[in-house]
């Protein structure tokens, strides 16, 4: 006689954790998709929402979903229009994150009966998408990241979303028309005139950080050429006594500097990077002094603290495209044999670091951590989270 296998019940609320994880992990491709973009994230939380229902024996209408959507206000709308920043180590966790909460909201609601009255679950919303940003990364990798919930080339009608989104974004979303293959045009052409709460990332018509250098910082550091900064430190000594005739690589790992001065003639100095760290709460280099050699010692240390700073002042200031800090906040030190350059104060005190996205400043995303000068320039190597 075969023996009947005792049928265990189902864990609910572990199979509804599992939907929000899955749809979270999905929202993570979409909003770096060419193409694809916020409807479609619209999109995939809808069949979140409907899968969730399914779970507990609902079946939930279009309608229904989106107006859940719609009600959880401005905050959701507000941290849906970030995924629009065309830059992964911001667009990834946000979607991860507010897909997760949409989730763990609309599981929520279901379980207490669909009520109308929706207040306590955006609470349930926010606390939810704080847990999701510090779990974006595990969601990211699930293997469920690339099975769709559902028909996502699907047109839902997406009116009251699309209208709260227009009323939170200006004159972003103006021209959205009916379907959302439009929207996602509009997107393109539009992306430049995003609001300054939303893209703290131009100032005048210039971009202070290019999507592209932020793909090459989160793959883990970017070149910054030699010509680069000798056409930055040139600007910058303007006027003084000094020029910079060349920067180059010298094996294994220094700097060579050679300069011009009015009285003192040519001049070469080689440097070795020991420190270096940008990140929110401290800005910070120390340069070893190699080689350099001058009869006047207090004429070396003002060449070696002037040169330090400006060499590091043009490298950060290169990689984050016009940082805009105020050389005034810069604290530079000479001594036993090494140079440490303090910018701290300098770059909390910049406008873009003032700028926040929700919440986040940029160096609060992007930590600069090593120095490494090679033959075609100086690679700043770096690590991106968003927590």
Not at 216 to 243: C, K, N
Request: net charge negative.
């Amino acid at each position: 006689m075969t023996e009947e296998k005792e049928l265990q019940p189902v864990d609910i609320e572990w199979e509804a954790e599992k939907i929000c994880r899955w749809g979270a992990a999905r929202a993570g491709v979409i909003v770096v998709a060419p193409l694809v973009g916020t409807m479609a994230l619209m999109a995939n939380e809808v069949y979140m929402i409907m899968r969730l229902g399914e779970l507990r024996g609902v079946k939930l209408e279009e309608s229904a979903v989106l107006g859940l959507l719609t009600s959880l206000g401005a905050t959701f709308v507000g941290q849906t229009l970030v995924t629009l920043i065309p830059i992964a180590p911001i667009q990834v966790p946000v979607g991860v994150s507010v897909t997760y909460a949409v989730g763990k909201a609309a599981n929520a609601w279901i379980k207490a009966g669909r009520p109308e009255d929706i207040a306590e679950f955006r609470e349930v919303y926010e606390s939810a998408r704080k847990e999701g940003m510090k779990h974006s990364e595990d969601f990211e990798k699930m293997d469920c990241k690339d099975t769709p919930l559902g028909d996502e080339s699907k047109r839902f009608e997406l009116r009251e979303l699309k209208e709260a989104l227009r009323n939170k974004s200006g004159n972003l979303f103006s021209k959205i028309e009916k379907h959302a293959d439009r929207a996602e045009t509009v997107l393109s052409e539009k992306i430049a005139t995003v609001s300054e709460r939303l893209r703290p990332l131009k100032d005048k018509g210039q971009m202070w950080f290019s999507a592209q250098k932020w793909e090459q910082l989160s793959q883990g550091g970017l070149v910054v050429p030699y010509d680069e900064i000798v056409d930055y430190v040139r600007q910058s000594l303007a006027g003084s006594e000094f020029t910079l005739q060349s920067l180059a690589y010298a094996e294994p790992d220094l700097l060579r500097l050679e300069l011009q001065h009015t009285t003192h003639g040519t001049l070469e100095l080689l440097l070795q990077v020991e420190v270096f760290n940008v990140d929110a709460e401290s800005a910070f280099t120390r340069l070893k002094l190699v080689d350099f050699a001058v009869a006047d010692n207090d004429f070396a240390q003002l060449v070696v603290e002037l040169m330090g700073s400006k060499l590091i002042m043009a490298i950060v200031d290169l990689v984050i495209d016009r940082v805009d800090i105020d050389a005034d906040s810069v604290t530079t030190k000479y001594e036993q044999g090494s140079i440490s350059v303090d910018f701290t104060a300098a770059l909390q005190q910049s406008r873009l670091q003032q700028k926040k996205v929700l919440d986040r400043s940029l160096f609060d995303v992007v930590h600069l951590v090593e120095l490494v000068p090679q033959a075609d320039g100086v690679l700043v190597k770096a690590k991106t989270e968003w927590k």
